[in-house]
């Protein structure tokens, strides 16, 4: 008769069993979104750059977490007690421990710092001038958003065109592929945040202030868009539907708005904010 397992053999036999169930039973496409740590497959040309500091971030963490889970149970093992008669030796300070540990996050904390500022460089950097750009003109409101395409000087559209959503109606965002676009955020009321998850970028929409990126889709297909930043009741609602197209569809896109007479830009306004004054009397009551 064979040796049996022992319990400690079995649970770790059936541990690697449902592991590789679980693997096998995962699609490609979440296969791959673990290789990003869970971000979605990247649209844009910005997303190679907040992918790398993300998956970045993660392994070191990992490494980490490793690193101090390997000596909490080193320790546990190692200096565990075996009789009445253990007792460990007293220590005022140890030095280069306490070197170790203070220096060490801080050089942790310098490595992210630096790549987190290269990343934000790189992520905010504008497209070149010999680019030809697109600008799409974008107002948080509550509690939607209101798209104002710049195409005026563009002789394929020759006009600013714009579609606005409502609290019932999600608008529709088109893009060219493989173009440049310059948003330029407006709010219309409290701050809001543009936020499109496959572009791997969000930026505050902030009363008063106008905030400006520029990015180049670089996969077509259909993306979600919503608000991050909690604005209101129905912050909820604050959802928009971006499309990534060829060329042509886009022009064709900006002149069925045209055909249906949504021209001209719609503004949002420029302090609305602004508490107006109270008159006061002499004696500091209000009139």
Request: glycine share 8%.
């Amino acid at each position: 008769m064979g040796r049996q397992l022992r319990p400690k053999k079995l649970l770790l036999a059936a541990t690697a069993a449902v592991g590789a169930l679980a693997l096998a039973g995962c699609s490609a496409d979440t296969a791959s979104q673990w290789g990003r740590f869970g971000l979605p497959n990247g649209a844009s040309d910005r997303s190679a750059l907040i992918g790398n500091l993300w998956t970045g971030a993660w392994v070191a963490a990992l490494v980490v977490g490793v690193f101090v889970w390997g000596l909490i149970f080193w320790v546990m093992v190692r200096f565990r007690k075996r009789s009445d008669d253990d007792h460990p030796k007293q220590r005022q300070y140890n030095l280069p421990m306490e070197l170790l540990y203070t220096l060490v996050p801080f050089l942790i904390i310098g490595v992210l710092f630096f790549y987190t500022v290269q990343t934000q460089n790189g992520v905010l950097a504008k497209a070149s001038p010999q680019q030809s750009i697109h600008t799409v003109n974008v107002i948080g409101q509550k509690w939607s958003w209101t798209f104002n395409y710049m195409e005026a000087d563009n002789p394929s559209v020759g006009t600013v065109v714009h579609e606005a959503g409502t609290i019932d109606k999600i608008p529709d965002l088109y893009l060219p592929v493989n173009e440049a676009v310059r948003f330029n955020l407006i709010s219309a009321d409290v701050i809001h945040s543009f936020y499109v998850p496959a572009f791997y970028f969000k930026l505050d929409v902030i009363p008063g202030r106008t905030n400006s990126f520029d990015l180049t889709p670089d996969r077509i297909g259909v993306y979600s868009g919503k608000c991050a930043e909690l604005c209101g009741t129905y912050h909820a609602a604050m959802l928009f539907t971006v499309h990534v197209v060829s060329a042509e569809d886009y022009l064709t896109y900006l002149n069925s708005l045209k055909a249906a007479g949504q021209t001209g830009e719609i503004t949002a306004p420029a302090y609305p904010n602004t508490v107006p004054s109270v008159p006061v009397t002499t004696e500091g009551e209000k009139k």
